[in-house]
């Protein structure tokens, strides 16, 4: 069974940063394609950015430019830097870890970004 556990959501100003990360259970994230998604109160789940296991990136129009997701297969853990917050960006953040053609999907328990003066 595999684990995604996300960490360092916090409270941030408008047009500050902060760093998100999850922390995978075993060395998944070369085989798994690894996502952030978003939800905020009232309004669905949404893919953030995504890095499949052969590197692709896709990130939501919303965030392009702003946003950067990376992994690091040898800690087992991937990031999400998220700079020029808006208040819009408050959110649940959530760790997905996922294989094409596979039931092999897994959620974190998510980490709460909030972006307000």
């Known amino acids: 069974q595999v684990q995604v556990v996300e960490s360092g959501g916090g409270l941030v100003q408008p047009g500050g940063s902060l760093r998100l990360s999850c922390a995978a259970s075993?060395?998944?994230?070369?085989?798994?394609?690894m996502g952030w998604y978003r939800q905020a109160p009232g309004k669905q789940r949404e893919l953030v950015a995504s890095?499949?296991?052969?590197?692709?990136?896709n990130y939501a129009d919303s965030v392009k430019g702003r946003f950067t997701i990376s992994r690091d297969n040898a800690k087992n853990t991937m990031y999400l830097q998220m700079n020029s917050l808006k208040p819009e960006d408050t959110a649940v953040y959530f760790c997905?870890?996922?294989?094409?053609?596979?039931?092999?999907?897994?959620w974190g328990q998510g980490t709460q970004v909030t972006v307000s003066s």
């Open positions: 075993g060395s998944i994230l070369s085989i798994y394609t």
């Open positions: 890095i499949a296991s052969g590197g692709r990136i």
């Open positions: 997905r870890a996922s294989r094409p053609f596979s039931t092999n999907d897994y």
